[in-house]
């Protein structure tokens, strides 16, 4: 049987995303390995554009945004920034990084289907906060480059010398004056120009299609595909607060205060970063960019056709496990005879989420972890592992869900528990 070109593109995508985290992790015991990771995504590239057959530049660059090459894809550069931060954030690299952004969206916008969703009065925001992030984050790793730099070179850091300290009053007072008269102008502009995205009163009989929260809450409204309220609304919110409230008590590392470096806090910048880009800003760019009408997945390009049709089989691990895989009926309580039925059935998700949670920290803290489990200890090993494990289930969660087609691992229906 002959493969069609999206599942040809989908193997050369897979294999090439399998191969750049296998290199990732082999760079962090070989570093020069890592300088073979900027070629693969260059080559993904490459060849989508020799073997794809594209209706022009648009339909090649929305093959990009289905959601799981966007999300790994987004994990590549985020690794490649961090690998390389001391090449790319030199001021010439970063200005030319930031004009190739600038002049690709400023191109986007001459299409109708990506000037309607970028230039909503809603949506604008996140185009400032996409270009702000980056900002910030350029600015914060080329600090960190030259401070590292000037440690190995046994140079006083940025942060040690003191001419650069002022008083409170009368200078930091006049900035701030300076700086709140500043916005309080740029937002009277915005109120003028710039429409509220006010619609009319709330009518029961016609519900707006896509029906999208605020730009800020559409990363909770994405993960409420994948989650269920109480977990997406009320558990990993807790777990983020939680998260932060227990860093200082985590982290014993005492390098790095009051300077920049990430040669002494890579683990730690890397998950900080992973978290909030990632598992943050990306599901709010999913929402605004790529939900269309009926929640389906369009590219950035791609007219909002409401009558797309979109192929979902979603179905429970439970029914893959004993159906799809064993070729047997769910079990209920008729066939066991026992009303503890339903741990039957979600057994098979039961010993995933066991291993999950259980093995795979073992696992890391005879391998990679082994260093920070030395010196955390324990109780610190074990507090942090489940954080970490509960924050990268959210994206493995979305992966199976796009991927597999798989809803939830755990659904007991009976105790409106599912994960």
Not at 134 to 155: K, P, S, T
């Amino acid at each position: 049987m002959l493969l069609g070109q999206t599942e040809i593109l989908n193997f050369i995508f897979w294999i090439a995303t399998a191969l750049f985290f296998s290199t990732a992790i082999v760079a962090v015991f070989w570093k020069w390995i890592r300088y073979a990771l900027p070629v693969i995504p260059f080559l993904i590239i490459v060849l989508f554009a020799i073997v794809g057959e594209w209706d022009g530049i648009r339909d090649f660059a929305n093959s990009f945004f289905m959601p799981e090459r966007f999300l790994f894809l987004t994990v590549m550069v985020l690794i490649l920034a961090l690998s390389f931060y001391r090449q790319w954030t030199r001021p010439w690299i970063a200005g030319v990084l930031l004009f190739i952004f600038i002049f690709s969206y400023l191109i986007g916008v001459f299409d109708s289907n990506f000037f309607r969703i970028a230039f909503e009065p809603d949506n604008i925001p996140i185009t400032l906060t996409i270009i702000s992030i980056g900002y910030f984050v350029w600015l914060a790793l080329r600090r960190m480059a030259i401070n590292d730099q000037h440690m190995e070179q046994c140079e006083p850091l940025a942060e040690g010398s003191n001419d650069d300290q002022v008083l409170v009053w009368p200078d930091l007072i006049y900035i701030e004056l300076i700086l709140m008269v500043i916005c309080t102008g740029v937002l009277i502009l915005w109120s003028i120009f710039l429409r509220a995205p006010l619609e009319a009163p709330a009518n029961p009989a016609l519900a707006p299609n896509p029906a999208k929260a605020p730009w800020y809450f559409l990363g909770i409204q994405e993960m409420l595909v994948y989650f269920d309220p109480w977990i997406d609304g009320v558990l990993l919110p807790v777990l983020i607060i939680v998260g932060l409230c227990a860093l200082p008590y985590l982290d014993r590392n005492p390098k790095g205060n009051g300077y920049y470096t990430f040669k002494e806090r890579p683990f730690a910048i890397s998950v900080f970063l992973f978290g909030f880009i990632v598992l943050w800003v990306v599901p709010i760019i999913i929402g605004i960019f790529l939900r269309g009408p009926n929640w389906n997945f369009y590219g950035p390009f791609e007219y909002w056709d409401p009558h797309k049709t979109a192929v979902y089989a979603n179905e429970n691990f439970s029914k893959f496990f004993w159906t799809n895989l064993l070729g047997k009926s769910l079990p209920t309580r008729d066939l066991w005879g026992l009303n503890c039925h339903f741990l039957i059935r979600e057994a098979p998700g039961l010993v995933v989420l066991l291993a999950y949670f259980i093995l795979v920290p073992l696992l890391l803290r005879a391998t990679l972890f082994k260093r920070i489990y030395a010196e955390i200890g324990r109780t610190r090993y074990v507090i942090m592992s489940a954080l970490l494990a509960c924050m990268a289930l959210v994206p493995i969660k979305m992966l199976i869900r796009w991927i597999f087609d798989i809803k939830y691992i755990v659904a007991v229906t009976e105790w409106s528990l599912n994960i």
